[in-house]
Nanobody
Framework: QVTLVESGGGLIQPGESLRVSCAAS????????MAWYRQTQEKERELVAS???????NYEDSVKGRFTISRDNTKNTVSLQMNSLRPEDTAVYYC???????????????WGRGTQVTVSS
């Protein structure tokens, strides 16, 4: 099983930048798509950004031009650089990965426990 551990959350003022990262560890064959989701008490979990093994990225409309997702396939990490943060970006950010345990098994979805990002003055 793979374990995803997020880091880098915190309290930050509007307009500033923050980087959250996620590291995968454990026993697995490969990790395909990786992504960041976020959730608040008022809203369901939503996709923020995703990235393939070929570094093709997609973004939710409200973060386009402000957030950048990146990954390091050699270290099994994915990061989200968040610039020009807004109060509405406040949420728990979750790392997500599509993992293959063996060359012959189907992929499963793994989740981290989340890291809190609070944007407030």
């Amino acid at each position: 099983q793979v374990t995803l551990v997020e880091s880098g959350g915190g309290l930050i003022q509007p307009g500033e930048s923050l980087r959250v990262s996620c590291a995968a560890s454990g026993k697995f064959f490969a990790i395909a798509r990786m992504a960041w989701y976020r959730q608040t008490q008022e809203k369901e979990r939503e996709l923020v950004a995703s990235i393939t093994t070929d570094n093709i990225a997609n973004y939710e409309d409200s973060v386009k031009g402000r957030f950048t997702i990146s990954r390091d396939n050699t270290k099994n990490t994915v990061s989200l650089q968040m610039n020009s943060l807004r109060p509405e970006d406040t949420a728990v950010y979750y790392c997500n990965a599509h993992v293959t345990a063996t060359p012959y098994s189907a992929a499963y979805v793994a989740w981290g426990r989340g890291t809190q990002v609070t944007v407030s003055s």
